[in-house]
């Protein structure tokens, strides 16, 4: 069987640090490995829209920034097909027939709905499209036919439920679509990278993200005035390492070579951890090592990107052909879904002579 990736974003806004180890550097080194024959990567406009149909404008804009974003990041066009989800109606078609597979109870279940639901105080009343957007997720991920679904952690439910949504058409209708596989972030740090003030998750509202198109300067400025541990008030008191932003970050991206380059009086994170639970090290220089790993994976990411800032016309380009690619892919699935669904009405022929045998032999 052929392996095949489909992931996404909703371009609701810029992408940062806690995208990149969540999920955008193992995407590149996904597409990299030559172990798959097809990846797709969609800007869910389309899903960003379910609770922003009153803000057009503002998806509009973030699609062009997370193109940026993955290009910049190193997703190479030649190997991944980029494409934007509303360019592709047959998601949308597809999601209106997995709405008879789905029920209203199950989709209440769901607890990354049942969180945003209350971050949105969509509690009283719940847009129907937003409520469905999980199903919608589901024809994303089988209109490719995807092996393989690499995402954060709060999207497990729904790859759960695309998973019985696909038991379900396959019992009913025959063997048509694909069980995915979820593909989770490896290391803890990377799975739930937290925000710069040390709050649970980086989140534009709470002005805790470093952005991949950050300065220096900013990287700089916000990795100095980063959240560590309040009770670590002189360099020898023994600091605690529970929500300490630095150590963190570091423990998502820091690799033995950066102590070598950087900080060469300690072999590796453990040795400067011990160093900093038994008193003596101070936060400076924790956080100086930080921004010198943060700086060697995000300089190239920026260069990239001036790069495609100067010409984003082709950035257009390139989302254009993806679309273009995309939308060929998930037609032919849908052609296979129709058909098991029996709608395939014009480009089945024994279907009408068949009718007509019948009527005539009335
Ligand atoms: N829900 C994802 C997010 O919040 C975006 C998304 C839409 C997605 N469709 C998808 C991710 C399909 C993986 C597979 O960013």
């Known amino acids: 069987m052929e392996k095949i990736i489909l992931t996404g974003d909703r371009p609701t806004g810029k992408l ?37 149909a009153d803000n057009p404008e503002k998806v509009r804009q973030n699609v062009i920034e997370v193109a940026l974003d993955y290009l910049s990041v190193g997703l190479d066009p030649e190997k991944t097909t980029i494409f934007i989800q509303s360019q592709v109606p047959e ?19 769901n607890p990354t709905v049942k969180t945003e639901i209350k971050m949105r105080n969509f509690e009283q009343s719940i847009p129907v499209g937003f409520f469905c957007y999980p199903v ?42 694909v069980e995915p596989e979820i593909l989770l972030p490896d290391n803890a740090a990377c799975m739930r ?19 991949l198109s950050d300065t220096t300067k900013e990287v700089k400025k916000k990795v100095n005035s980063m959240y560590t541990d ?10 605690h390492l529970e929500g300490n932003c630095p150590f963190i970050y570091l423990d998502a991206l820091s690799r033995p070579e950066h ?24 936060d400076g220089t924790v956080k100086k090592l930080l921004f010198n790993v943060l700086e060697e994976e995000l300089a190239p990411i920026r260069e990239r990107r001036s790069h495609y800032e100067q010409n984003i016309p082709a950035v257009y380009d390139i989302l ?16 296979e879904v129709r058909a098991a669904m029996r709608i395939n009405y014009f480009d089945d022929p024994s279907l009408i002579a068949d009718q007509a045998a019948r009527y005539k032999s009335k």
Do not use: W
């Open 320 to 335: 254009r052909e993806g679309s273009e690619k995309a939308r060929a892919a998930a037609a032919q699935t849908l052609d």
């Open 16 to 52: 940062h640090l806690g995208h990149y180890v969540g999920s955008l550097k193992r995407r590149v080194e996904l597409q990299n490995s030559g172990q798959f024959d097809e990846i797709f990567v969609m800007i869910a406009d389309a899903q960003a829209l379910t609770d922003n």
């Open 230 to 239: 309040p009770e670590h008030l002189t360099i020898d008191s023994p600091g």
């Open 91 to 109: 998601l949308a078609e597809l999601a209106f027939y997995y709405m008879n597979l789905v029920t209203v109870s199950r989709v209440q279940r």
């Open 193 to 211: 990278l937290p925000g710069t003030d040390g709050k649970a998750k980086m989140s534009k509202s709470l002005g805790n993200c470093i952005y």
């Open 136 to 177: 919608s997720q589901a024809s994303d991920i089988t209109a490719f036919k995807a092996t393989t679904v690499p995402v954060g952690e709060d999207q497990a439910p729904m790859i759960e439920l695309t998973r019985e949504i696909v038991n379900r058409f396959n019992n009913i209708y025959g063997p048509t679509l």
């Open 259 to 282: 102590f070598a380059k950087y900080l060469p009086d300690y072999p590796d994170l453990q040795a400067l951890k011990d160093h900093y639970t038994r008193g003596g090290l101070g």
